[in-house]
């Protein structure tokens, strides 16, 4: 991937005051989030935990620009996201967050090459002209061979490989998992688990949710979610470039 | 250029999703295609109709009035009139003379008498129309003389005993022999064939004494409008089995040629203003040839309209098989459209994908539509005898319709897939 790893330097995510409220009528509005700081630094690696209804899922989306906080602000890299449009936020997301669902969310008409190349065309790219790149990443998660392949024809192991691929191609800062490992038996999901770790010892910031244990125990941080803020924080281990 | 294989890009993605469910998309397409195809087939179908009518009544030609004999209808089915049994209406030969001094800008007047009868060569017989006319028949009616000559002044100021033919009828009566020189009976006298001719309107001429069904149009004899005079009289015998009938009938036809169009207008009020003070009984009636084409343009304007609109109608339904479709897709791929606007899809990005699927649809539909709709009217040619015009306005307009009806039907589920929210999407099952 990249020759040197990034310096774990300024953070690149400051999470300040973050509050969600979901208003569903007028008297049950829902408070999601009440008043997050986080603050993740370049090169790291966070899992996020929680029980269902923590708020983990809210954190989730926002940190992934797919939502915007009611309250609070949100530096990306530089840039406030928090109170974005519509179009920049999808920009941002296109070109700065790499998505790992669980349940790998593969678009079925597609084939591995070009379920790769889906972000470059919301940037305007044109795939052709990244042929060589989305080889070379299809090969790093070990599908070269399976270039024509449909996601129907691939085992949920080789689909969330070919996912992480695509969340690689416009080279994000950032690379958020949601539960990456809960469709997969455990020797899949340990081999995809290696594949982030690799990832994050070559520079990439990597936020993951999940609900077990063992995955989040690679993590460097543990950030421990409950009723809308965060509960407590586990340092594993200290940045190990 | 980024943009040009970005839109390639699209248009291949649409095609490979309709792809997906070929049969759901070829269902889809099958509304515009027959509405493509019924706009293309009904405004052809019409063109042709209406252009039959138009070159009919053009030969009769625009500056023409035709003023004709009309038994009177009270009297139609009754044997009492005038002089017992003998049935009289009709214009006269005054009537033809007082058109010409009296209807300004008239350039001439043709006056015709035409009687059926049969005409017999040897051991031919066959039924014809006996026109007696005058020379100027050939300029004012149009006929082109295709051997010898027509009547002359000469014929007409001697009533000689001479016709001229139509192509056909003398083809029946001379199967073998030349027809010029030769002499026909008609009524007991004979004539001499002096020419053959081909009349250039082939319209159905009504004879006052009955109706031509089905017979060939072409079975005229022309003979001077003198001669006819003397050898038939006014009086018309007709016997049928068990009864006979008698008409007098001066003249049958009387076609006034104007100077211009513009003089027709004007004189056809003043023809019937003229006309009425001497015909009381309303036993004539005056056909404008140009009246005619202006109502069979109208008539065709109203035809199109009709057929238009029940074409169009077709396609709106098209266009709303499509909207369906699309609405049914939206809803299967919410997942997909969630997963897009993860990876960077701006709304625009989701409305462009399903509004090229929508059009992607409509206008492949359009273009088969269009393949159908050229063929069908030369099927229904070749098959009704119908002669059937492919305007190309027409295919452009059914063409530019089912495009704009995959955009109007396509634009409404496509944005209700971009204004999904993202996070719900994505957890759509």
Redesign the interface.
Known sequence: MQATPKTNGAPVIHLEGIEKTYVLSAENIVRALRGVDLKINEGSYVAIMGPSGSGKSTML?IL?C??RPTAGSYQLGGHNVARMP??EL??V???RIG?I?QSY?L????TVMENIQ??L????E???AHHDHTVQLAKMVGLGDRLDHRPSQLSGGQQQRVAIA?SLV?DPFMILADEPTGNLDSKTGAEVLEMLDQLNRSGKTIVLVTHDDKVAARAQRVIHMKDGKIDREVVNRPHNN | MRLGTHFVGTVRLGIKSLLLHKLRSALTMLGIIFGVCSVIAMLAIGEGASYEAQEAIKKLGSNNIIVRSVKPPEEANSSGSSRGFVLEYGLTYDDGARLQRTIPGVRAVLPMRIIRENVRFDQNELPCQVIGTLPSYVEIVGVDILRGRFITSVDEMYQNNVCALTAGLASRLFPFQDPLTMSVKVAGVYYQVVGIVQERNMVEQRSQTGQIDGEPLDNNVYIPMSTSRSRFGETIFRRTAGSFSAERVELHQVTVQMQDTDAVETADPQIKTLLRRFHPKNDYETIVPLELLRQAEATKRIFNIVLGSIAAISLLVGGIGIMNIMLATVTERTREIGVRRALGAKKKDIITQFLVETVVLSVGGGLIGVVIGVAVPFIVSALAEMITIVTVWSVFLAFGISGAIGIMFGIYPARSAANLDPIEALRHE
């Open positions: 989306n992934g797919l939502d519509d179009d999808s920009e997301r296109g070109k998505f669902f969310n678009i079925a008409q597609l889906v972000p065309i919301y940037q305007g044109d795939p052709r695509r416009n």
